[in-house]
C-alpha cells in the first residue's frame, strides 16, 4: 500500500485527484499508476484503470488472476466493473468513498472469487485527498 501511496503523491504533484494503485503478482509490482483524467483528458483515466491495462500489458493477458490490486480510494463503479472483468485474486483498499464507492452498491459488483481488504492506509489517503480538496478550494 505505501507504493500506491506515493503513486498517489505523483498524482497529487501533477494537480490531479491523488489517487494510486499497483498491482502484484507473485510478490512482485507489476504495475503503477495514478490518476490522470486532467493529464489525459479521459475520465476513464483513473489509478485502477491505468494499472489494469499496464498489469495486462505486462503479462500478456487479460485476466488477473493471481494479481492483488493495492489503491489508496475506494475503487468506483466503473473500476470496479474492469476489476471485476480482469477477475483480480484480491484488492486492497484505504480509504472509503462514501460518495462514489461500488459498496454503495447492495449487489456484489467485484469477481465473486475477489477478496476485498479495506482500511488499509485509510487515514494517510483520507488526508491527502482532503487536503487536495481543501487547496482547490482556496
Known amino acids: 500500500m505505501q507504493e500506491a501511496y ?5 498524482a497529487y504533484q501533477d494537480k490531479e485527484i491523488p489517487v494510486g494503485a499497483v498491482v502484484v503478482c ?6 503503477r499508476a ?4 486532467e493529464k489525459l483528458h479521459d475520465v476513464t ?12 500489458n505486462h503479462l500478456h493477458a487479460k485476466y488477473l488472476t493471481q494479481c492483488t490490486l493495492y489503491v489508496t480510494l ?3 463503479l ?5 476489476l471485476a472483468w480482469a477477475q483480480l485474486d484480491r484488492v486492497v ?3 472509503k468513498d462514501a460518495k462514489r464507492g461500488f459498496s454503495l452498491v447492495p449487489s456484489k459488483i467485484l469477481h465473486p472469487k475477489t477478496k476485498i481488504t479495506s482500511g488499509i492506509m485509510a487515514q494517510e489517503s ?6 487536495f480538496f481543501r487547496n482547490l478550494r482556496n
Do not use: S, V, W
Request: proline share 2%.
Open 78 to 82: 466503473m473500476c470496479a466493473g474492469a
Open 34 to 37: 495514478y490518476n490522470q483524467t
Open 93 to 95: 483498499f484505504g480509504a
Open 45 to 56: 483515466a483513473h489509478a485502477e484503470m491505468l494499472a489494469i491495462t499496464a498489469a495486462a
Open 6 to 10: 506515493k503513486q498517489a503523491l505523483l
Open 74 to 76: 475506494e475503487p468506483c
Open 26 to 31: 507473485r510478490n512482485k509490482i507489476i504495475a
Open 126 to 131: 483520507e488526508a491527502l485527498l482532503q487536503q
